[in-house]
């Protein structure tokens, strides 16, 4: 039982690692199931490029698009970027948009652009890539129909070897020329893995020269960067779990008051200003963690002797 809480405590420690695993596992997988069973190559002068790149791009570009869609950080980068600022709201109507709306969004924009969400979104689509490089099903179909293939490969030979070199990816198993279709499609799939591997070579150097200017460039200690990592997560856990306390207890208030006729104490919800004051993106700092941690080192003083039953 030990060894199991020391695992289940590893895995916790290392919780973002063991996901990305898992996502370039699970991404591994559908492309292999899409390769073996969805795409058949339509051996065709006109369709073979366009239908195998649209296997490579299109389920790559779909998966980047749902990494930033579930992505929380993304949510509390964009909500409320384009949405007028009100001001006052007790009864006059502003007509024009809040002067700084447009440099919040630009600061949204940017922040959004540069920071690790993206590289965290590139991972799912970059492994789909790879591995569909590496398997070669793809860039045998595509490279049969390029101009590339036909001067290294028909050079010579007779005059319909362009149309025999498209529909070698469907004459895998066709007894006629074998070794000449086994041959030539080997070219092909080891030009492809080639370049899988190259790509996954670049991906990793990339990836650690954007951690090491990260360390280098970072404004705290080692040390004190695994206890923001630590506070981080503690932050997360019991927000969450106070959200739902203070949530189930006005929910509960609510209900008996409409069923019972029975009036509870307030329960003090935060309003609007000081919601989206702990849900902005700061960089941590030695006084600021987080927002939430800049808020309540600020903010306690002015509101310590205000009457909670405010609501």
Known sequence: MEKFYRLLDLLTRHHRAVGMSILSLLTAGGETIFSNIVFQCPCNSTWNL????????????????????????????ITGCCARDQGDTSGSISHKADPGQCSRMSKCCQKLICS????????????????????GIYYECAASATEWASKNFCQGQMPHCSEKLMQMPCQKKSPENSEEIQRTLKLLRAKSQMYGWILITVVVIFIMLVNCCKFCTSQVSFLQHKFLKIYEKQENEILTAESKRYATELAERNVKCFFEDVYQESVRIPGAAEWKEI???????????????DYATHRPRENAYQNPDSN
């Open 50 to 77: 366009p239908y195998s790149l649209s296997f490579f791009i299109c389920p790559a570009l779909v998966l980047f698009l749902l990494a930033y869609v579930l992505s929380s950080k993304v949510g509390r980068l």
């Open 116 to 135: 690790r969400i993206t590289l965290d979104a590139a991972l799912a689509p970059v492994t789909w890539i790879a591995v569909a490089l590496l398997g």
């Open 279 to 293: 849900s902005v993106v700061i960089e941590p700092t030695d006084t600021a963690y987080s927002a939430l941690h």
